[in-house]
Nanobody, 121 residues
């Protein structure tokens, strides 16, 4: 059974930084793309970032490009989301997702429970 467990969320002031982690288990981590989505209260779920199986290719949502980075450590079965220059509009529940193939695509087979990120102004 695949499990994705996020950690690292919390409260941070605007302009600050935070790093989220997602520990994966239940399948061969290095064979799949990974990603992050987020959902703010009353809003739709938005794509944040994704990374292919090797870490060589990444994609970002428009609102976070240039401020967030995504990385992975296949030896530790963990994907990270480094968030910098945080804004109040980044406040949301952040979800780790597991892809259906090595490459970033539209399908995400597995979702974590989410971790809350709150950015105060």
């Amino acid at each position: 059974q695949v499990q994705l467990v996020e950690s690292g969320g919390g409260l941070v002031q605007a302009g600050g930084s935070l790093r989220l982690s997602c520990a994966a288990s239940g399948r061969t981590f290095s064979s799949y793309a990974m990603g992050w989505f987020r959902q703010a209260p009353g809003k739709e779920r938005d794509f944040v970032a994704a990374i292919n199986w090797s870490g060589a290719s990444t994609r970002f949502g428009e609102s976070v490009a240039g401020r967030f980075t995504i990385s992975r450590d296949n030896a530790k079965n963990t994907v990270y989301l480094q968030m910098t220059s945080l804004k109040p509009e980044d406040t949301a529940v952040y979800y780790c997702v597991g892809g259906s193939s090595r490459y970033v695509g539209p399908d995400w087979d597995y979702w974590g429970q989410g971790t809350q990120v709150t950015v105060s102004s």
